[in-house]
């Protein structure tokens, strides 16, 4: 675990953020920051851009709790959040917003850890599914395109499937360029034509 993390902590009770500040250097993390209000969360993180943000709320209502999500930008970086207490519709607005932690029953010093831990292995094993998804998604639409720019050369020339993916690539190698930058060029050129 990275214990040079910038650590942002959103505490208002100073005697719980002197805790909090406690418990990451216990945990090996020194490297922190606290504000009292979350009002303050949007202008600090422009000054700032924390590696990690813990929140602790009492009792957030929905408003508060997706404008903190929205704002701390929850899915380009781990944001574990401590409330006293939730209910069903509360949690699944945690886990929309993209939450790396929703951690009920409050903040407790010995939990501050293994929380934040965990909260940011979950957002890089979120973070890499979204990038495989992406380039999974990327890959079939790149697919689909090769195989237009195939029936547009089989249909131009009378090729078989074959030979119009080797000529695809024949003139990508050519040109120094990729396969799917040549297929795309004849699938604009052709919908040009039309």
Excluded at 32 to 57: C, G, K, M, N, Y
Excluded at 88 to 102: D, N, P
Excluded at 109 to 124: G, Q
Aim: glycine letters at 4%.
């Amino acid at each position: 675990m990275q214990n040079d993390l910038n650590i942002l902590v959103v505490e208002a009770d100073q005697t719980k953020a002197h805790e909090i500040l406690e418990a990451l250097k216990d945990g090996g993390w020194q490297n922190a920051t606290v504000i009292a209000s979350a009002s303050a969360l949007e202008r600090i993180l422009q000054q700032h851009d924390p590696d990690i943000i813990l929140i602790d709320l009492a009792n957030p209502d929905r408003d508060t709790l997706e404008h903190l999500c929205f704002v701390s930008n929850a899915r380009k970086r781990p944001v574990a959040m401590f409330v006293d207490q939730t209910d069903e519709a509360m949690t699944q607005t945690a886990i929309s917003a993209g939450l790396s932690a929703y951690v009920v029953n409050g903040l407790q010093k010995d939990r501050i850890k293994p929380v934040l831990e965990t909260a940011i292995a979950r957002f890089n094993v979120i973070t890499k599914m979204q990038s495989e998804l992406e380039a999974a998604k990327q890959a079939l639409a790149d697919r689909k395109t090769i195989d237009r720019a195939k029936g547009l050369l089989i249909s131009a020339r009378n090729i078989s499937e074959d030979e119009a993916y080797s000529l695809l690539r024949k003139t990508a190698m050519d040109q120094g360029r990729k396969v799917i930058d040549v297929a795309t060029a004849l699938v604009t050129a052709s919908e040009l034509l039309q």
